[in-house]
C-alpha cells in the first residue's frame, strides 16, 4: 500500500532536469520558482522574469535588497552579469515570440488535451490571469508543475478542465510529484514514476486516460 | 529643447478628471508614481477607470498597503482593466459584488494595447486568449492559416508614470524593473505626468539611453 | 500682367510661420527641408526625423560629420541638446500616433479633397513612399509644400490626383509660391495671396476649385 | 551568461542560404552591416528576398554605391519589401521590366510588421495604406468605428544587423540614427548575425541600457 505524500520538492528537481544550457526559462509564482533551486551545476539556463529582465540571479543578501528589482512576484532579486532590463511589451514580445524556450507554471487543473486552469475559480477566487496566457501561447515548451492530488484526494489531472481555461492546448508536459507526463493527441502518456509510486497507482490516482509508454522507468530524487 | 512644467503632487491630483480612462506604471508597485497616488487618494476623485498591470496588494493586516490599492479601498475606481487582482483581496471582492467592473486582459496583451494606442494602431493581432473567456465577444482574423484574435487599442485621459531620471525638457530614464508598463503608459495618453527621483539638467542624458523623448511628456513632479 | 517665377524660398517662408513654440514638426526631404532655415527666432519647434531622432539640429560643420547621424535624406546633421534617438518602431509610434503635430511634404499633385500623390508615377518613376503615407496618416496637421505650376504649365492643385495616392484626405493646408490654401469640404480656400500675385490671377492659374476666403488677405515673404 | 560564436563576415555570409527571407538593417546604409554585406555580395547567393528600408545608394558615376545596392546590381534578390528605392535606380529598373518582385511598404507599416513578427503577433491594424494602392487585396477590419488595414507579420530566415557595441553573450547598443531596423530585425529572424564595431566583455553594458537583450542574438562579427 502506498501512501501519497506531496512532495514540492520532487516536483522542482525533476523540472530542473529538463532543461539544456542556453535554454530560456520562465518559472512561474509559486511552486515553478524552487525549480531554480535544483539546476544541475553544469547546466547554464536563463531564467525571463516577465515583468522585465533576463538573467534572473538569487535573492539578494538581506539589506541589500533594491526597491526597483523583483520578479514578476514582488519578491526582490538580483541580476546576473550580462543581464538586461526592459519594458513589458518587450518582455511580451520575448514571450510571445518564441524567444522563450520553456516555461515552467502552476496550474490548478491540466487536462488531458493540454487544456489549463490556473486564474479563476468563477465567483470565488479570480486572480488574473497575469502573464500566464502569453506565456502558454508563446513558450516552445509548456511544463505544468503540480502536486499529483488536491486536498480532497480527486488528482489535478484531468479528462477536461471544468474551470475557466488559461490556454487551449497548451501544455506538453506535466510533471507532479509521481510522475512525468507528456500530454499526446487527447490523453497523457506516463514516461517516468517517481518511486516509491508505481505505473499502476499513478493510472489508478489520475482522473484522466493514461497511457503508460512502453519505455517508462522510475526515477528517484 | 522647451522646460516642462515641475508641479507637486496634489496638483499632479488635481489633473486627474471623475470620469477619466488613467493609466497608472508600475508592477505589484514596482515602478508606480507613489507620491501621486497618494495625493489622488486624498483628493478621492471618483469613477475613474483604471488602466494598470494589478491592483498591488492590500495586506492591512500586515501592514503592506502598496501603489494603487488605497484608491481601490477608496472605491475610486467604476472600472479596472487589468491583468492580475490575485494579491488585492478587496478588488477581487468587488468584482465578485458587482461593485467594480473588472476586466481581466492578459499582461502581455494589456502591454501591446497600450502600446498601439499609443503608436496610431487600431490594435494588434494576438494568438493569446484563443479558446478562452479572453475570446468573448472579439473579432478573429485568419492570417497565413493562423486564428488571431483583434485586440484593440487602449488609449487613455491621463499617464501615472515613474521614472528614475528625467531631464528638465522631460526625457526619462527607468530604473530595472520599475520600468514595465511606464515607456508604453507615456505614449498611450492625452496628458502625461511622470514622478521622477531626480530631475536633471537638459544635456545631462545621453541621447542614445533615453526610454521616453520629451516631446511626450507634459508634466514633471519631483518624487 | 503678372509672370509666375518659381519661389521656393518663399514657401518656405510662409510654412515657417505656420508653427508655435512647442510644436513637434516633420519636414520631408527637399524643398520642406528648407522651411527650417525661415523658423523666426522666437519660436522653438522641434523638429522630428522618422530615421529616428527627435531635436534634429542644424548640419554639422565641414570634417565633423558623424557616420551614424543623418537625416532621413542620408545629409549628416546634429542633434540639440535635449534630442533623443530611437529605433523606427518608436519612430513611426511617434508619428501614428498623433504626436507629431505638423507635418510638411513636397507633392507630385495635391487635390481639393486634400488627397495627395508623391510616391509613384507608374512605368516611369518608383521611389517609394518611405514614411509619407504614415506622416500623413498619422500627423495632426499635414502641409502640402510645392511649387505651384508645373515645367509644363499646368497647376500642381488638381480636382482629382491621378497619380497613385499616398493618401486620402490627409492634406490640411497647401502653400505654394503664389498663395495659402486650406483644404475644406472638397475645395482649396485661397486664405493669403503672395504679392504680386492676386486672387484673381491665382484662380485663374489653379485647374481646381478655389474659393477666395471673404477675409483674404495679401503676404509678402 | 552564454558567450556566442564571433565568426567573420565571409562564414557570417555562409549562413545565407539561397532562397531565404533576408532582413538587413540599416537607413540609407546608416546602420548597416557592411562588411557582412560586402561579404554576401563577393559570395553571390541568389534567389533571396531582401527586407530592408530601402535599397540604400547606387550611384556609381559619383563613386557612391552604399548598403545592399551591389547585391541589388548583383541580381541577388528575387523580391524586396521594402519602403524606398528611390535613390538606387536599378532596383527601380528591375522593378518596371519585371526582373524582380518589389512589394512597396510604408515605412511605419514595415517597422510594424517586422516588430510583430518578433514579438508572436499575427500583425497589427493601421490606417496607414487606406484608400491607396498599399490597400490591394488586403483584409479590412472595423475598431471602433474606424477601419484599419491588416497589415501581418513579416518574419525573416536570417537577419543582418549592425550594432555598435556587443559584449561577448550578444547584448546590444545602437549608435544614434544607425539604430532603426536593427533592433526589430533582431526580433525577427530565426538567426541573428550582428556586425558589431566593438566586441567588449560581459558586465560593461549597464543592464538599463541595453538596445537588444543577448538571447536574441546568435553569431557576432567584428567590424
Redesign the interface.
Known amino acids: 500500500m502506498i501512501e501519497y505524500v506531496e512532495s514540492k520538492e520532487n516536483i522542482a528537481r525533476r523540472i530542473a532536469r529538463i532543461f539544456k544550457?542556453?535554454d530560456?526559462v520562465n518559472l512561474g509564482i509559486g511552486l515553478p520558482t524552487l525549480v531554480a533551486n535544483y539546476v544541475p551545476p553544469e547546466v547554464?539556463v536563463?531564467l525571463?522574469?516577465?515583468?522585465?529582465?533576463?538573467?534572473l540571479g538569487p535573492a539578494p543578501e538581506k539589506g541589500r535588497e533594491?526597491?526597483?528589482?523583483?520578479?514578476?512576484?514582488?519578491m526582490p532579486v538580483t541580476?546576473?552579469?550580462?543581464?538586461?532590463?526592459?519594458?513589458?511589451?518587450m518582455?511580451?514580445?520575448?514571450?510571445?515570440?518564441?524567444?522563450v524556450d520553456c516555461t515552467v507554471l502552476g496550474v490548478l487543473e491540466v487536462d488531458q488535451e493540454g487544456n489549463l486552469a490556473n486564474?479563476?475559480i468563477p465567483?470565488?477566487?479570480?486572480?488574473?490571469?497575469?502573464?500566464?496566457?502569453?506565456l502558454v501561447?508563446?513558450s516552445r515548451v509548456v511544463v505544468a508543475a503540480t502536486t499529483h492530488l488536491e486536498k480532497t484526494g480527486g488528482s489535478k489531472l484531468k479528462r477536461r478542465c471544468s474551470l475557466?481555461?488559461?490556454?487551449?492546448?497548451g501544455v506538453d508536459i506535466v510533471v507532479t510529484d509521481v510522475g512525468y507526463f507528456e500530454v499526446k493527441g487527447s490523453h497523457f502518456v506516463l514516461r517516468e514514476y517517481f518511486e516509491p509510486y508505481t505505473p499502476e497507482w499513478i493510472v489508478e490516482h489520475t482522473d484522466a486516460d493514461v497511457q503508460v509508454s512502453p519505455d517508462c522507468k522510475p526515477w528517484r530524487a | 529643447m522647451i522646460e516642462k512644467p515641475v508641479i507637486n503632487a496634489a496638483e499632479a491630483a488635481k489633473m486627474v478628471n471623475e470620469g477619466d480612462v488613467v493609466h497608472v506604471g508600475g508592477f505589484l508597485a514596482c515602478g508606480s508614481p507613489l507620491g501621486i497616488l497618494a495625493a489622488l487618494a486624498a483628493r478621492g476623485t471618483k469613477n475613474l477607470t483604471l488602466v494598470c498591470n494589478d491592483t498591488a496588494v492590500l495586506d492591512e493586516k500586515n501592514g503592506r498597503v502598496t501603489g494603487v490599492a488605497p484608491l481601490v479601498k477608496n472605491r475610486q475606481f467604476r472600472k479596472m482593466i487589468i491583468s492580475h487582482i490575485g494579491t488585492n483581496p478587496e478588488s477581487q471582492r468587488q468584482m465578485n459584488a458587482g461593485e467594480t467592473e473588472v476586466v481581466l486582459v492578459p499582461q502581455g496583451t494589456l502591454a501591446e494595447r497600450v502600446r498601439a494606442a499609443g503608436c496610431g494602431l487600431g490594435g494588434i493581432l494576438t494568438a493569446t486568449g484563443l479558446g478562452t473567456e479572453v475570446q468573448e465577444g472579439k473579432q478573429v482574423v485568419q492570417v497565413q492559416g493562423r486564428t488571431f484574435l483583434v485586440e484593440e487599442a487602449l488609449p487613455g485621459d491621463v499617464a501615472l508614470i515613474k521614472a528614475r531620471k528625467a531631464d528638465k525638457a522631460g526625457n526619462l530614464v527607468y530604473s530595472k524593473t520599475a520600468r514595465n508598463f511606464n515607456p508604453l503608459m507615456a505614449m498611450a495618453c492625452k496628458t502625461v505626468i511622470v514622478e521622477a527621483e531626480e530631475i536633471v539638467n537638459i544635456g545631462e542624458i545621453d541621447p542614445d539611453q533615453v526610454h521616453t523623448p520629451s516631446i511626450l511628456v507634459d508634466y514633471l513632479v519631483k518624487a
Open positions: 544550457t542556453g530560456v547554464t536563463i525571463q522574469s516577465e515583468n522585465g529582465l533576463i538573467g533594491d526597491k526597483d528589482l523583483t520578479n514578476a512576484g514582488a541580476l546576473l552579469t550580462g543581464g538586461a532590463y526592459f519594458d513589458s511589451a518582455s511580451f514580445g520575448i514571450i510571445r515570440g518564441g524567444h486564474y479563476k465567483g470565488k477566487m479570480v486572480p488574473g490571469m497575469g502573464g500566464a496566457m502569453d501561447a508563446g475557466p481555461l488559461t490556454a487551449e492546448h
